[in-house]
């Protein structure tokens, strides 16, 4: 096999990264890896290590040391392509970006006194498993220190989606993409191409794992099922620390089954904040730089007292009143933002977290609570009053379904025909009648009636 490096880190190894994009660098490179030369004159191009920010926004700024641009104070940081573990330049002078470089761009930037702000822009189908949960984490950890705001544009999936829902906030371009919150492991088979070319490859090893996944023989199902349990495992953690970022239900996020969404419908879904562009984000957060000039007094300083004059007389003819102009409104440090964003992002957690409880033990309307929750405005106790109007709504619908479909009442049985036989209650009562009449007993008058033998 050419190029083992390259394999290894295609086959048999758990990614994070959408598997349409993994198909299709398999398709272009499979084959190239199993025999041909491998060629990467179709992917070659610049050594940079991301495709520039330029790309995505009309502002220009000027690239620090660390890589990153920086425009009206605000680091510009891009992720773009396939993305591992570490950064590094393979044999075809092709750079791949690692966690580890976006991670220190990140707190390089939020370090820097001259920055007040980080918009990172993602456009990458994921990548491995290697660093990703880590990475997330590092990004995670930097929440409050400084407005930090990630966009997909246009691809956010997998790995990518891991790293950036753990910023402040995720926002999507209008045709962008988000999700693919799964994971993927590729095996491939050559034992039926070999044995047609006469090839036959015998393992020696040592330790029954030593060459579990290899691809000379058929996948055995006692691997295939550890590789699905470490799948699995990936899996939960990946639902966990989506969970931890944006809020939402680890049911929420398992039911997305690995889809992709786009523009509004990840919004819809919970997955986004919002949608924007690129430009839009980057002056938001430009706007948010503290004035380094005086502003001068503000409207609500130089505005008159009741009754009082510019010059500090009364209009009643009094005492002058010495008026003191009012302190210029202060415009909020960085720590008062970040803390307010903090704040705002933790206040809708809670609110999010507080309306899908309230379906614990009334099954059935999570559709419903999914949809309240992720409106960004519906409180716990109007969540509680629809779903007790849902649930309501069901029983009654329920019962009504019911009483349509039970069956008609049955009509009384019509009474036995007068035979003119007397009865056991009417030969009993008749013999009492006899009995008391004729001083006797009443087996007697049973007897003399002709009852009882």
């Known amino acids: 096999m050419n190029y083992p490096h390259l394999a290894a880190r295609l086959f048999n190894t758990p990614l994070l990264v959408h598997p349409q994009k993994l198909d299709a660098i398999i398709a272009g490179l499979g084959p190239r890896l199993l025999g041909a030369e491998l060629d990467f004159s179709m992917l070659r ?19 620090g040391d660390a890589g990153y641009q920086v425009i009206d104070g605000v680091a510009v940081i891009s992720a773009s392509g396939a993305l591992v573990h570490r950064s590094r330049m393979d044999g075809a002078s092709n750079f791949l970006l690692g966690y580890n470089q976006l991670a220190m761009q990140l707190e390089d930037a939020m370090d820097n006194p001259e920055l007040h702000a980080v918009l990172q822009i993602i456009d990458s189908p994921g990548g491995e498993v290697a660093g990703a949960f880590e990475y997330g984490d590092r990004i995670h950890a930097l929440r409050g220190k400084k407005p930090m705001v990630c966009i997909a544009d246009s691809m956010a999936a997998s790995a990518a989606f891991l790293g950036g829902s753990a910023f402040d906030e995720l926002a999507i371009s209008q045709t962008g993409y988000a999700g693919s919150i799964g994971v993927v492991m590729r095996h491939v088979d050559l034992s039926g191409a070999l044995e047609k070319e006469g090839v036959r490859v015998t393992h020696i090893y040592a330790g029954d794992h030593k060459v579990d996944g290899n691809p000379y023989e058929a996948l055995p199902k006692a691997v295939r099922a550890d590789f699905q349990e470490e799948i699995d495992s990936l899996y939960g953690l990946f639902v966990g620390a989506v969970a931890r970022n944006t809020g939402m239900s680890p049911k929420a996020i398992r039911a997305t089954q690995a889809a992709v969404y786009r523009g509004q419908t990840a919004v819809d879904v919970g997955l986004a904040s919002r949608v924007a562009t690129t430009d839009q984000l980057l002056s938001e957060l430009t706007a ?23 010059s500090g007389t009364t209009t009643q003819g009094g005492q002058p009143a010495t008026q003191t102009p009012a302190a210029p409104d202060a415009a909020p440090t960085q720590e008062q933002l970040a803390a ?14 507080a309306v899908l409880a309230v379906g614990e033990g009334l099954p059935g309307h999570e559709k419903l609570l999914s949809a309240l929750a992720y409106d960004g405005k519906t409180t716990p106790e109007l969540a509680s009053m629809a779903v007790l109007k849902a649930e309501k709504d069901a029983r009654a619908a329920a019962i009504a379904a019911h009483a349509a479909d039970a069956p008609s009442a049955a009509k009384p049985s019509a009474a036995p025909p007068d035979t003119g036989e007397k009865t056991k209650a009417q030969q009993v009562a008749e013999a009492q009648a006899y009995a008391t009449e004729h001083n006797t007993d009443l087996v007697t008058a049973l007897k003399k009636l002709g009852y009882a033998s």
Do not use: H, L
């Open 45 to 63: 191009g610049s050594e940079e290590p991301a495709i520039p920010a330029e790309m995505f926004t009309t502002r220009r700024g000027k690239r």
């Open 288 to 310: 948010q730089r503290a004035r380094s000039y005086p502003v001068g007094q503000t409207a609500r300083a130089t505005a008159n007292d009741k009754g009082v004059t510019m």
């Open 340 to 353: 307010a964003r903090a704040e705002g992002a933790a206040a809708e957690r809670e609110r999010i977290q």
